[in-house]
């Protein structure tokens, strides 16, 4: 499954280009994982959405709408490993941590998925330094 998960690169066309690292295979993997855990959260709004009674507040729902479509385009953003992908999966992820902190009456506070969040924001943040600085050596 891992063999699915990590691309095949071409080697190097001319002298200018670098060969692909270690960093940036774990950066692409972590990229695609993330693209399943983002299209799968998108699913689940998309569920909550389709199953839910008319009762709701408006709020719970234009949460639930965002999330239902900003989740599962970052997912596939971040799957095709492009920068848009990880710009709104940031937006995704940040939202997701302010709507569950600062307004826990709409979805509660989440606080394993807060934690989820916050643990592949630092690793994204990792992952990008590190490939940068292997490219600048």
Do not use: C
Not at 2 to 7: I, W
Not at 118 to 127: E, M, S
């Amino acid at each position: 499954m891992l063999n699915l998960l990590r691309p095949k690169f071409p080697g190097p066309v001319t002298g200018e280009d670098k060969p692909v690292t270690d960093w940036t295979q774990n950066l692409v993997l972590f990229f695609r994982v993330l693209a399943l855990v983002q299209i799968a959260k998108g699913l689940v709004h998309w569920g909550l959405l389709i199953h839910s009674s008319g009762d709701l507040s408006v709020e719970y729902l234009s949460a639930n709408i965002y999330f239902a479509v900003l989740d599962p385009v970052a997912g596939v953003g971040l799957w095709l490993t492009s920068s848009w992908g990880a710009v709104l999966w940031l937006l995704a992820a940040v939202s997701q941590i302010a709507i569950s902190i600062g307004f826990p009456e709409i979805f509660g506070q989440l606080w394993p998925l807060i934690a989820l969040e916050v643990i592949a924001i630092a690793g994204y943040i990792f992952l990008t330094w590190k490939v940068a600085k292997v490219a600048d050596e």
